[in-house]
């Protein structure tokens, strides 16, 4: 079983700054990519960012030059820092990994953080 926690959500004002983590743990033998979603109220869940466990990144264009997407292979951690940030940046963020294991790889999803941008 594999677990994926987030952390550093909270209420921001608009031009300001945070990071996300997310931290796998479990039944672990490799992580491919790694991701940042999101899901605003009444709006689908989409792609912010994503990252290769080689370091390759691919980003959404209404975040391309305000978010960094970063990841610690030796901690199994994924980081998203957001710069900038508006008030249409407000969602549930959501770490998504591609779990490898001895026999099969497979998606998992962490529980989500909200992210509040306003004044």
């Known amino acids: 079983q594999v677990h994926l926690v987030e952390s550093g959500g909270g209420l921001v004002q608009p031009g300001g700054s945070l990071r996300l983590s997310c931290a796998a743990s479990?039944?672990?033998?490799?992580?491919?990519?790694m991701g940042w979603y999101r899901q605003a109220p009444g709006k689908k869940r989409e792609l912010v960012a994503v990252i290769s466990s080689g370091g390759s990144t691919n980003y959404a264009d209404s975040v391309k030059g305000r978010f960094t997407i970063s990841r610690d292979n030796a901690k199994n951690t994924v980081f998203l820092q957001m710069n900038s940030l508006k008030p249409e940046d407000t969602a549930v963020y959501y770490c998504?990994?591609?779990?490898?294991?001895?026999?099969?790889?497979?998606?998992?999803w962490g529980q989500g953080t909200l992210v509040t941008v306003s004044s």
């Open positions: 998504n990994a591609n779990i490898g294991t001895a026999t099969i790889s497979f998606n998992t």
């Open positions: 479990g039944s672990i033998f490799s992580i491919n990519a």
